[in-house]
């Protein structure tokens, strides 16, 4: 079995900072690229930063130059650094993985979400 747990969400002023963790447990032969994806309120889910094996990244428009994505490869865990936040950023963030597994060949995973709300 693999998962994905997710913390660090939480409510912060804007202009404050959170630094977002998932880590990846199970039977994993390779973790291929990671990411974070966010759900607003009334909105549907959005690509935040995506992160490759090789440490290549992308970003939203939205949150370019204000939020770094990072992983540790030996950890199997993803960080997503999000600085100057706004209250639009206020969302439910969820971690995403495409994991190479012994015993179940590849897939997509997912956390279980963390809140993360920027008050004005």
């Known amino acids: 079995q693999v998962q994905l747990v997710e913390s660090g969400g939480g409510l912060v002023q804007a202009g404050g900072s959170l630094r977002l963790s998932c880590a990846a447990s199970?039977?994993?032969?390779?973790?291929?690229?990671m990411g974070w994806y966010r759900r607003a309120p009334g909105k549907q889910r959005e690509l935040v930063a995506t992160?490759?094996?090789?440490?290549?990244?992308t970003y939203a428009d939205s949150v370019k130059d204000r939020y770094t994505i990072s992983r540790d490869n030996t950890k199997n865990t993803v960080y997503l650094r999000m600085n100057s936040l706004k209250p639009e950023d206020t969302a439910v963030y969820y971690c995403?993985?495409?994991?190479?597994?012994?015993?179940?060949?590849?897939?997509?995973?997912w956390g279980q979400g963390t809140q993360v709300t920027v008050s004005s």
């Open positions: 995403h993985a495409e994991i190479l597994s012994a015993s179940f060949g590849r897939n997509d995973y």
């Open positions: 199970g039977s994993i032969f390779r973790v291929n690229t």
């Open positions: 992160i490759s094996s090789g440490g290549s990244t």
